[in-house]
């Protein structure tokens, strides 16, 4: 993976430089300690993965969505949830820690985050990164260096389990600041469940395995299918049926992924009528059987 963080993410001239550092590298999961000037590429890098920054020193800016944001250090940033990034700029004291996830492993992660949170998952995402105290950033990077002993550790049969385990705590310990961020904004609960749109990124990262069809989610939120969907075109740019089928289709994803799992346990699973149809709506979303997904990806 760091390939691929290196060429597409990575200024040639900071590796020359020797701004990089390898801490630890795997097939799903790595860790990269960056230093000084404008280390990323500036415009829009490629290869989104589920990544984020600690910034330990200095400043870190860029653009989102035509919005220029300036990050002092201590902070936080999730790249995970930036569809469109532009300028990014570091200053010459800055350091950072780069961990950089496959999307998959991410997914089967934060599975339980993802259900708990969704509702304040969509406001973060609207600018996801959080200041940190110094104690809270010595304890992120303390699970840090904990993930990069073990992702290092050669030979141990139980090392996906393990690096998993050890990133979901550090995810923990994260969503602990952040919620205590929101908390102190104002951020409640009330104020969430009232937002349409919060709402249904609720509903659908909860029960998407159980209901498929954008009628079902417009009556939890006593709107009808017409207006949601008007309201997602015009933050996410898609109507509620294409949301839909992409959280399902990252379901069905990880429930593949596990050698567990029969093609037929995974349509039973989502409520899919039969495999056929399984296969089709898996196909239709994703460009791959789902057997030949299976083949490429079990773990």
Not at 178 to 187: A, D, R, S, V
Not at 196 to 201: E, K, R, T, V
Request: neutral net charge.
């Amino acid at each position: 993976m760091k390939d691929v963080i290196l060429n597409n993410w990575i200024k040639h001239e900071a590796v020359e430089n020797m701004q990089t550092h390898i801490k630890a590298d795997s097939p799903n999961i790595g860790i990269m300690e960056l230093y000084g000037e404008n280390v990323f590429i500036t415009n829009k890098p490629k290869g989104f993965y589920a990544m984020s920054l600690l910034v330990t020193e200095g400043e870190i800016n860029f653009i989102i969505k035509d919005e220029k944001t300036v990050i002092t250090a201590p902070a936080y940033i999730e790249f995970v949830f930036i569809t469109e990034i532009n300028e990014i700029k570091t200053t010459s004291d800055f350091k950072g820690v780069l961990t950089y996830i496959d999307d998959i492993f991410f997914k089967k992660t934060t599975e339980n985050i993802r259900f708990t949170l969704s509702k304040v998952i969509y406001y973060y995402s609207k600018k996801p990164f959080v200041l940190l105290r110094q104690e809270e950033k010595k304890r992120i990077l303390k699970y840090i260096d904990f993930l990069s002993d073990s992702i290092n550790q050669k030979g141990n049969i139980f090392s996906v389990d393990i690096n998993k385990n050890i990133l979901q705590a550090l995810l923990y310990e994260v969503w602990n600041v952040i919620l205590h961020t929101f908390k102190c904004k104002g951020n409640n609960v009330g104020y969430i469940e009232d937002d349409i749109i919060g709402s249904f990124m609720y509903l659908v990262n909860t029960y998407c395995r159980e209901h498929h069809m954008v009628k079902w989610y417009a009556e939890q939120l006593f709107v009808s299918p017409d207006a949601l969907s008007a309201k997602l075109r015009k933050t996410y740019g898609k109507n509620a049926n294409k949301i839909i089928d992409e959280t399902l289709a990252a379901e069905a994803k990880i429930c593949l992924s596990d050698e567990h799992y029969s093609i037929q346990d995974v349509a039973e699973i989502l409520n899919f009528s039969d495999q056929a149809s399984f296969s089709r709506f898996f196909k239709r979303n994703t460009g791959l059987s789902p057997s030949e997904f299976k083949k490429k990806n079990s773990v």
